[in-house]
C-alpha cells in the first residue's frame, strides 16, 4: 500500500473548507443550515441525522480533500469524523489526504472546542475562513487511547462517577417539565453536589497503583515545571485518590480546566487527585480556572499508564460512562491529527513534521 501523502502544517493561499453537522446535537437543526447557506455552497455542507447519512458524508469528505472540515456536533461527532476518515484513507489503495480538523462547539461539554477556540458564533468564523486571514494555527494533536477506543480525555473514580450521575439526572428528567435541571453546566452541578458527592462519601475510597508504562514520565510542580521523573514499569502513584484521569487538552467540558499542562497537544497530563473532596468543592472556582493547587493533587506529563484497582471503580472515556474495571491501560494515541485551532488569538505553530493525513 502507498503512504499516505504528507504535509507540513500551513494552509494553502486559497482554502477549502466543509462544513459537518450533526443534526442530533443540541443547538444545531435545519434553520441552522439556512442560514450557513450564503456562506458555504450546498455541495459543501453535510447535515446527517443518521449513522447511514454520516457514512455518506465521510466518503463524500474523503473524496473532496478539503483543506480544513469543520465538525459541529461536540466532541464525539469530531472524534466519529475522525476515526472515519483515517479508516477510509487506511483501507485506499491510493491514499487521498485528509484534512485539518475543526471544532464547533455544538454539542454538550465541548471539550476540545474550548481548548481549540471554537465559537457557536459560526457565521463571523465562516467569513474569516472565506477571507482566508491567516489568522488560524494549524497544530499536531494527539488523543486519549483506551482500550481501542480515541477520546480527548478518560479517567477512572470522581469525575467518571459524576458524569455517570450526570447522565442519569439528564435521562430521567428529559421527559419532565424540570428537564433544565438536567441539561448542560446546571445538570453537572445539580449531579455533582446532590448525587456524585454523597454517593462517593458514602462508598468511601479504593487503593489503586498507577504503573508508568511509557517512556520516561515527568512529575510536575505547582508551576508546571518537571520536579522528578519516573522510568518505564516505575510506579508513579499508590493511594486512595478521588480521582485519577489522563487528557491531551485542557478543558475537561463547560470551559472546565481541569488539566492545565494539557496545552500543546502532544503531551498526555495525568491527574492524580489524593485531596478530600470537600478540599475540592472549596476550591472549585480556581479549579475551574485552572489555577487550584493542593499538596495532593499530583500531576504528571506520561504517554502510557496502567491503573490497577483494589476494587472495580467507574470508567468514562470521552465523558461517556464505560462500566467498571479493576485494571485499565491509558496511553496516548501514536499518531496524531492536524487540527485547526480556530481562536482569534493566534497560537504558536508547532514546528513542521512529514505527517500522514
Not at 19 to 42: D, F, T
Request: glycine share 8%.
Amino acid at each position: 500500500m502507498l503512504r499516505p501523502l504528507t504535509h507540513t502544517p500551513y494552509l494553502p493561499a486559497k482554502l477549502r473548507f466543509g462544513v459537518l453537522l450533526n443534526g442530533n446535537a443540541r443547538r444545531i437543526s435545519p434553520r441552522l443550515v439556512e442560514k450557513l447557506r450564503p456562506y458555504v455552497p450546498m455541495s459543501d455542507l453535510f447535515f446527517t441525522r443518521s449513522l447511514e447519512e454520516a457514512q455518506d458524508a465521510f466518503r463524500e469528505i474523503y473524496l473532496q480533500q478539503y483543506d480544513i472540515l469543520l465538525v459541529g456536533g461536540g466532541d464525539g461527532s469530531l472524534l466519529q469524523a475522525m476515526t472515519a476518515l483515517q479508516h477510509l484513507q487506511s483501507n485506499d489503495r491510493l491514499p487521498r489526504r485528509l484534512p485539518a480538523f475543526g471544532v464547533l462547539p455544538f454539542g454538550t461539554g465541548n471539550a476540545v472546542a474550548a481548548s481549540l477556540g471554537g465559537d457557536r458564533h459560526i457565521l463571523p468564523l465562516l467569513e474569516r475562513l472565506q477571507n482566508h486571514q491567516h489568522d488560524i494555527a494549524l497544530r499536531h494533536h494527539h488523543w486519549v487511547d483506551v482500550e481501542g477506543q480515541i477520546a480527548p480525555f478518560a479517567g477512572i473514580g470522581f469525575d467518571s462517577l459524576a458524569l455517570n450521575k450526570y447522565k442519569a439526572l439528564h435521562a430521567s428528567l428529559k421527559q419532565s417539565p424540570f428537564s433544565f435541571l438536567g441539561r448542560g453546566l446546571l445538570g453537572y452541578l445539580n449531579a455533582v453536589f446532590l448525587m456524585a458527592i454523597p454517593s462517593f462519601l458514602w462508598n468511601g475510597r479504593t487503593e489503586i497503583q498507577v504503573i508508568n508504562e511509557g517512556k520516561t514520565a515527568q512529575l510536575l510542580g505547582p508551576d508546571g515545571k518537571v520536579v522528578r521523573e519516573f522510568a518505564q514499569g516505575e510506579t508513579l502513584f499508590q493511594g486512595r485518590p478521588i480521582m485519577t484521569a489522563v487528557s491531551t487538552v485542557s478543558c475537561f467540558g463547560f470551559h472546565f480546566r481541569n488539566f492545565p499542562f494539557a496545552t500543546d497537544g502532544q503531551r498526555m497530563q495525568l491527574r492524580v487527585a489524593e485531596l478530600p473532596v470537600l478540599d475540592a468543592v472549596a476550591g472549585l472556582p480556581s479549579v475551574w480556572r485552572g489555577t487550584f493547587r493542593h499538596p495532593q493533587l499530583h500531576d504528571f506529563l506520561v504517554q502510557s499508564v496502567r491503573v490497577r484497582c483494589e476494587n472495580p471503580l467507574p470508567l468514562q472515556i470521552g465523558g461517556d460512562a464505560c462500566g467498571y474495571r479493576n485494571e485499565v491501560l491509558l496511553k496516548r494515541t501514536e499518531r496524531p491529527t492536524l487540527m485547526a485551532d480556530l481562536s482569534k488569538e493566534r497560537r504558536p505553530l508547532l514546528a513542521p513534521i512529514a505527517l500522514g493525513r
